[in-house]
């Protein structure tokens, strides 16, 4: 290990699953120590298997653990750590827990809490993105406070438009209206919702695209002022506005419009003087890109531009955060072949809901360009007060073709046994469908154009077989056969029968 | 009477004949066994799970819950009595929209429930009068516990 990599001591890790054991790799590959947290839920968890330095957190409801700030700050004091990584998720975008290590001396992986207030208010972030000629779609300039003024603005940029919350993000605090009678109802339903998920009721509208794709661009900013890309993302296959399958490079964008598209991405992290990791997301109707959002921290999927970049852009975030400046420039940075990544989630194939349970047998699959990030152990217990992801399977290949196959392949030998159900039969429906080949989707596929198929008689049938092979050989040891051991006593002795 | 042998909690047509099965490696750890099996010519691995009355089975990543026999109990969600409304999973209930002795519609919100940040309503599947709630807000539920009984119920 270099004494240049030395950025920090001890980095704790404010998170837990998948995020966390990804995070403690890189610590340990750059000779930092990292410590892990865990609440009683997590007791089990394989990410405390990863650390130099595991601290028990509290109860299991989030808010007595990975989201309780004083609580994290003072293991993070008690322990010396010099920096906190905060992962995705719980306080990963929370300015108050970035001003709080600001405060503490202690390095918040991450921007400063200044750049996540306003990335965290999306009606500011979008005003200031429009100031900057960032191309958005058209919707409200600030907040939507009366009917009377939405239903000017909607007979203005026409129907369907989506309600969205300035707090909200990933989905939650949306509504979508199609038409102009539902439109008062809509208006409180999401302000009150948004009241009580995020504690505020601010509500803006946006034209709604029904037929687009969720394309994003990775950006890493240092402290100096040097911006670079590493291309773009393609994520429209989603369930719930969640990402569940996801590739590099975005498929069939012409060559000149990727390039916009990274400029474009470019110029707007430049807007709020990025630092860190961080991805820039727009959607894409085939012709234009409109901006999103700004996501300011490290993405579940970041795991598909590593392999096509060879960058780890956890080890960039924390030279970042060091004050070091980048060690990459856009001219040496450049993409190899293609990748694929599928979420696994603990979650039953046909419904879509969350399925809960106990892990009794994990076998992750292996191959060169097959890599898993996930923290499953036997005894692993998937609960419900977190995220029910069990991991995320990538693929790299030289095609799309290929990549894809290794990831079907991998994902049949991805084993996870045990009371809960995962959502691996719906992945596989996925890859296996020729639109999905062909880059012929959109951000409501999954949804409303993938039927999910249960698995047949024949199917059934060998899992069937496997259970009552293991019935029956579980009874034959069990209870002895009788005449085997009358026949033992007959002849006086212990000798064992053919 | 030959056992009912449910796949999914549906059952398997037809019989099943473990004679047919070339098992050529088989592994045990616990309740957990791992097999590896020619059937009709072609190759198949499988994790076999044991809890109880239930084999969990993974086969090329489909899970399946196997069962040999009648069921004990009525696997959630696939109540015969339309009248009990039961939790689909682990969860915990977060609001609950009726009180004991009110009338309901088949369809309507009976409680909400929260699994893994994810709302979700519990609604009658029969019409008739709530005759008892056995849930309170806040309170962590497992998979298949009552909620409520229906009473009076035409579904």
Same mark, same amino acid.
């Given at each position: 290990?270099?004494?240049?990599?030395? *950025?920090?001591?001890? !980095?704790? %890790?404010?998170?837990?699953?998948?995020?966390? $054991?990804?995070?403690?790799?890189?610590?340990?590959?750059?000779?930092?120590?990292?410590?892990?947290?865990?609440?009683?839920?997590?007791?089990?968890?394989?990410?405390?298997?990863?650390?130099?330095?595991?601290?028990?957190?509290?109860?299991?409801?989030?808010?007595?653990?990975?989201?309780? !700030?004083?609580?994290?700050?003072?293991?993070?004091?008690?322990?010396?750590?010099?920096?906190?990584?905060?992962?995705?998720?719980?306080?990963?975008?929370?300015?108050?827990?970035?001003?709080?290590?600001?405060?503490?001396? !202690?390095?918040?992986?991450?921007?400063?809490?200044?750049?996540?207030?306003?990335?965290?208010?999306?009606?500011?972030?979008?005003?200031?993105?429009?100031?900057?000629?960032?191309?958005?779609?058209? @919707?409200?300039?600030?907040?939507?406070?009366?009917?009377?003024?939405?239903?000017?603005?909607?007979?203005?940029?026409?129907?369907?438009?989506?309600?969205?919350?300035?707090? @909200?993000?990933?989905?939650?605090?949306?509504?979508?209206?199609?038409?102009? /009678?539902?439109? +008062?109802?809509?208006?409180?339903?999401?302000?009150?919702?948004?009241?009580?998920?995020?504690?505020?009721?601010?509500?803006?509208?946006?034209?709604?695209?029904?037929?687009?794709?969720? !394309?994003?661009?990775?950006?890493?900013?240092?402290?100096?002022? *040097?911006?670079?890309?590493?291309?773009?993302?393609?994520?429209?296959?989603?369930?719930?506005?969640?990402?569940?399958?996801?590739?590099?490079?975005?498929?069939?964008?012409?060559?000149?419009?990727?390039?916009?598209?990274?400029?474009?991405?470019?110029?707007?992290?430049?807007? %709020?003087?990025?630092?860190?990791?961080?991805?820039?997301?727009?959607?894409?109707?085939?012709?234009?890109?409109?901006?999103?959002?700004?996501?300011?921290?490290?993405? %579940?999927?970041?795991?598909?531009?590593?392999?096509? $970049?060879?960058?780890?852009?956890?080890?960039?975030?924390?030279?970042?955060? /060091?004050?070091?400046?980048?060690?990459?420039?856009?001219?040496?940075?450049?993409?190899? @072949?293609?990748?694929?990544?599928?979420?696994?989630?603990?979650?039953?194939?046909?419904?879509?809901?969350?399925?809960?349970?106990?892990?009794?047998?994990?076998?992750?699959?292996?191959?060169?360009?097959?890599?898993? +990030?996930?923290?499953?152990?036997?005894?692993?217990?998937?609960?419900?007060?977190?995220?029910?992801?069990?991991?995320?399977?990538?693929?790299?290949?030289?095609?799309?073709?290929?990549?894809?196959?290794?990831?079907?392949?991998?994902?049949?030998?991805?084993?996870?046994?045990?009371?809960?159900?995962?959502?691996?039969?719906?992945?596989?429906?996925?890859?296996? +469908?020729?639109?999905?080949?062909?880059?012929?989707? +959109? $951000?409501?596929?999954?949804?409303?154009?993938?039927?999910?198929?249960?698995?047949?008689?024949?199917?059934?049938?060998?899992?069937?077989?496997?259970?009552?092979?293991?019935?029956?050989?579980?009874?034959?040891?069990?209870?002895?056969?009788?005449?085997?051991?009358?026949?033992?006593?007959?002849? @006086?002795?212990?000798?064992?029968?053919? | 009477?030959?056992?009912?042998?449910?796949?999914?909690?549906?059952?398997?047509?037809?019989?099943?004949?473990? &004679?047919?099965?070339?098992?050529?490696?088989?592994?045990?750890?616990?309740?957990?066994? &791992?097999?590896?099996?020619?059937?009709?010519?072609?190759?198949?691995?499988?994790?076999?799970?044991?809890?109880?009355?239930?084999?969990?089975?993974?086969?090329?990543?489909?899970?399946?819950?196997?069962?040999?026999?009648?069921?004990?109990?009525?696997?959630?969600?696939?109540?015969?009595?339309?009248?009990?409304?039961?939790?689909?999973?682990?969860?915990?209930?977060?609001?609950?929209?009726?009180?004991?002795?009110?009338?309901?519609?088949?369809?309507?919100?009976?409680?909400?429930?929260?699994?893994?940040?994810?709302?979700?309503?519990?609604?009658?599947?029969?019409?008739?009068?709530?005759?008892?709630?056995?849930?309170?807000?806040?309170?962590?539920?497992?998979?298949?516990?009552?909620?409520?009984?229906?009473?009076?119920?035409?579904?």
């Amino acid at each position: 290990v270099s004494r240049e990599d030395r *950025h920090f001591k001890k !980095i704790l %890790v404010a998170n837990r699953g998948s995020v966390a $054991t990804r995070i403690m790799r890189t610590c340990r590959e750059m000779g930092i120590a990292s410590v892990a947290l865990y609440s009683d839920a997590d007791k089990g968890s394989g990410h405390i298997l990863h650390a130099d330095e595991i601290y028990y957190l509290g109860p299991s409801p989030a808010e007595e653990s990975y989201l309780h !700030i004083e609580k994290i700050l003072q293991v993070a004091k008690g322990a010396g750590c010099d920096a906190i990584h905060p992962g995705y998720g719980f306080l990963s975008e929370n300015p108050a827990f970035a001003r709080r290590c600001e405060e503490e001396g !202690i390095t918040f992986i991450g921007p400063s809490s200044e750049v996540l207030q306003l990335l965290g208010d999306k009606i500011d972030c979008l005003e200031l993105m429009r100031r900057m000629r960032v191309p958005t779609l058209p @919707g409200s300039e600030g907040p939507v406070r009366a009917e009377a003024q939405a239903r000017s603005l909607v007979r203005e940029i026409g129907l369907p438009v989506i309600l969205k919350a300035s707090q @909200g993000g990933g989905g939650l605090g949306t509504r979508i209206v199609r038409d102009e /009678a539902e439109l +008062d109802a809509a208006l409180v339903s999401v302000a009150l919702q948004s009241r009580k998920l995020f504690g505020d009721g601010t509500v803006f509208i946006e034209r709604y695209l029904p037929s687009a794709r969720h !394309i994003e661009v990775q950006i890493l900013g240092d402290r100096h002022g *040097h911006l670079v890309h590493l291309f773009d993302r393609e994520c429209s296959i989603q369930r719930r506005h969640q990402k569940v399958i996801e590739e590099a490079p975005s498929p069939n964008i012409p060559a000149r419009d990727r390039e916009r598209l990274h400029q474009i991405a470019l110029h707007a992290a430049h807007a %709020v003087a990025y630092r860190g990791a961080c991805t820039v997301e727009f959607l894409y109707d085939g012709r234009d890109f409109y901006f999103l959002e700004i996501n300011p921290r490290l993405q %579940v999927e970041h795991g598909v531009t590593e392999l096509i $970049t060879g960058v780890d852009l956890v080890r960039q975030q924390i030279r970042i955060a /060091a004050g070091a400046p980048l060690e990459l420039d856009q001219a040496s940075l450049s993409t190899t @072949g293609y990748a694929v990544e599928a979420r696994v989630y603990a979650e039953d194939p046909a419904t879509l809901l969350p399925a809960p349970g106990t892990i009794d047998v994990v076998r992750v699959p292996y191959g060169q360009g097959v890599r898993v +990030d996930t923290f499953l152990e036997p005894g692993t217990e998937i609960s419900d007060f977190y995220d029910p992801m069990l991991g995320k399977v990538i693929a790299q290949a030289r095609s799309k073709e290929v990549a894809v196959r290794k990831l079907t392949f991998a994902l049949r030998r991805f084993v996870v046994n045990g009371t809960l159900r995962t959502n691996i039969p719906l992945l596989l429906q996925v890859l296996e +469908d020729e639109r999905f080949l062909r880059g012929e989707y +959109d $951000t409501v596929f999954l949804e409303k154009r993938v039927q999910y198929r249960p698995p047949g008689e024949e199917a059934r049938r060998i899992a069937a077989l496997a259970a009552l092979v293991v019935r029956e050989r579980a009874a034959a040891r069990e209870v002895p056969p009788a005449r085997a051991r009358a026949s033992g006593w007959r002849r @006086g002795g212990w000798e064992l029968l053919p | 009477v030959r056992e009912v042998i449910l796949v999914n909690r549906e059952a398997l047509e037809g019989p099943l004949d473990s &004679t047919l099965v070339d098992v050529i490696h088989h592994h045990e750890s616990g309740p957990a066994h &791992t097999l590896a099996f020619f059937f009709e010519g072609r190759p198949y691995h499988a994790s076999v799970v044991r809890r109880g009355d239930q084999y969990h089975v993974v086969v090329d990543g489909q899970g399946f819950v196997v069962s040999f026999g009648r069921p004990q109990v009525q696997p959630a969600g696939r109540e015969t009595d339309e009248g009990v409304l039961r939790a689909p999973m682990d969860c915990r209930v977060i609001a609950i929209h009726k009180a004991p002795g009110d009338p309901v519609e088949r369809g309507e919100p009976v409680v909400r429930i929260e699994s893994m940040k994810l709302e979700s309503n519990l609604s009658a599947r029969a019409t008739g009068v709530v005759s008892a709630l056995h849930v309170r807000v806040g309170e962590s539920l497992r998979g298949g516990a009552v909620v409520a009984v229906i009473e009076g119920g035409n579904g």
